[in-house]
């Protein structure tokens, strides 16, 4: 059984840090018409040189991400088969530093195309080195089986959650203390079906 949604997700993205002497800065992904992503292409962030919004350079992880000029958007489909269950993956890469601490937000809409109020799951986590790209196929067009991404569900979970049909704000809870020992370099936002939430995932930072 296959299932596919449209899921529309405002997200942004805020990188809160704080040293020893309380000092607090805050860092926003916006992906509003931005020049350097094609909206011709099946996977706007594969480009020979990792581009580079607003201070911080993307990578494609899982599949391909769209851009349509004002959102990215990540494909998925639910499936009882792994090889029919599709999700689409990416990394920001972020200067994290040992003993700061950090908060995360994302502010997403989910949209029900099947209108069975079934909505997508987005799963982050933070790792220090990029997956091998023979496992992950990062070069896909759209979105790719689990077997190319579902690695990422075994990585410690910052903060996962299922969207709904409105304009909601998902903050991490609590705050993320940056370890001195693997240090993360790299947000990995995963856009999936989930166990029941089939969908086609549309999402915008």
């Known amino acids: 059984m296959k299932q596919s949604k449209f899921l529309l997700i405002t997200v ?4 809160m840090l704080s040293n020893a002497k309380s000092q607090t800065n805050t860092f926003s992904i916006n992906y509003q018409n931005i020049n350097i992503l094609s909206t011709s292409v ?11 919004i607003g201070g911080f350079y993307h990578y494609p992880i899982s599949g391909g991400v769209n851009y349509d000029g004002t959102e990215l958007i990540l494909n998925t489909q639910y499936s009882f088969t792994s ?3 599709l999700g689409t993956a990416y990394a920001i890469q972020f200067p994290f530093k040992a003993g700061y601490l950090y908060q ?10 099947n209108n069975s109020n079934n909505y997508p799951t987005v799963f982050t986590t933070l ?3 990029l997956p091998d ?4 196929n990062p ?11 579902g690695f990422l569900l075994s990585y ?12 909601t704000t998902y903050n991490s809870p609590g705050t993320y203390t940056a370890p001195a020992t693997k240090t993360p370099k790299y947000l990995f936002i995963l856009a999936y079906g989930g166990a029941v939430h089939p969908i086609r995932f549309k999402l915008k930072v």
């Open 12 to 15: 942004c993205v805020c990188f």
């Open 42 to 52: 099946c996977n706007a962030l594969n480009n020979s040189t990792p581009p580079k």
């Open 83 to 85: 090889s029919d269950n």
């Open 104 to 113: 995360f937000s994302i502010n997403a809409k989910g949209v029900d195309g």
């Open 127 to 129: 790792y220090d080195i």
């Open 133 to 136: 790209p023979n496992t992950s």
């Open 139 to 149: 070069t896909a067009c759209n979105a790719v089986p689990q077997t190319n991404w």
């Open 156 to 167: 410690p979970v910052l903060y996962s959650f299922q969207t709904i049909n409105a304009f």
